[in-house]
């Protein structure tokens, strides 16, 4: 019984969850950003919203100097950190992706780079591409003053670039807590390569990201137990 419920839910997942596009958006060339994040020896751990959080976990998992990126939700509390409820759009909570990652490999304001450029749309307010609410907001998620400062600093920095016609309206959200979301969510772009979704929204990330940032793009895919 537990396998033909997974097995359903699979296939609900795969119908209904994050909607099917018609094209792949358009990735943009963010610059470097001028206020360089300055991080101490270890891992360091940074949280991502901006839609679907298959593609962000997709994307992040082929950095190098990664080394996790979990599907999750954020903003919202425990007990309403469930898919079906996230979905509906009753909680506060985003669909994120928590990534642990090791400075001197790739720092954080690397990351950010990689995010503006190749992951989120930062002009669209509640939604990416076919996806819309709340929950697939675009949000960066500081989870201490040094990243706080430079997501700032990069936020204003691309604002006057002007790279965008429309004002950019990514959040930056104080950290409350990570919840993982389901393990059919956990490396869904890798456990579903041919999935429709994936192959016309997600995966033309990772072909940009392999493009503009061919020295940090890692072409094996992180798998991820969470």
Not at 78 to 91: E, R
Request: charge should be positive; glycine fraction near 6%; charged fraction near 20%.
């Amino acid at each position: 019984m537990h396998k033909i419920a997974a097995l359903l839910a699979a296939t609900s997942l795969a119908l209904s969850a994050c909607a099917e596009p018609a094209v792949a958006e358009e990735a943009v060339n963010a610059p470097a950003a001028t206020r360089t994040a300055k991080e101490a020896k270890g891992l360091k751990t940074a949280v991502f919203a901006g839609g679907c959080f298959w593609g962000v976990e997709g994307v992040f998992s082929h950095v190098k100097g990664v080394t996790s990126a979990v599907s999750g939700y954020h903003g919202g509390n425990a007990a309403s950190a469930k898919y079906d409820l996230v979905s509906s759009g009753v909680t506060n909570h985003a669909e994120a992706v928590r990534i642990t990652y090791d400075p001197a490999v790739v720092r954080y304001d690397q990351l950010l780079r990689i995010f503006f450029s190749v992951v989120a749309d930062p002009t669209l307010k509640n939604r990416q591409g076919p996806d819309t609410g709340a929950h697939y907001r675009s949000a960066i998620v500081p989870l201490n003053a040094e990243q706080a400062a430079v997501a700032k600093a990069y936020i204003a920095q691309l604002g006057k670039a002007g790279i965008w016609k429309n004002p950019i309206v990514t959040r930056i959200e104080a950290y409350k807590a990570f919840y993982p979301a389901e393990a059919y969510h956990q490396d869904y772009m890798a456990i579903n390569p041919t999935s429709r979704y994936i192959v016309r929204w997600d995966a033309p990330k990772v072909t940009a990201l392999k493009t503009m940032f061919p020295n940090i793009y890692r072409a094996s895919f992180l798998r991820d137990a969470g």
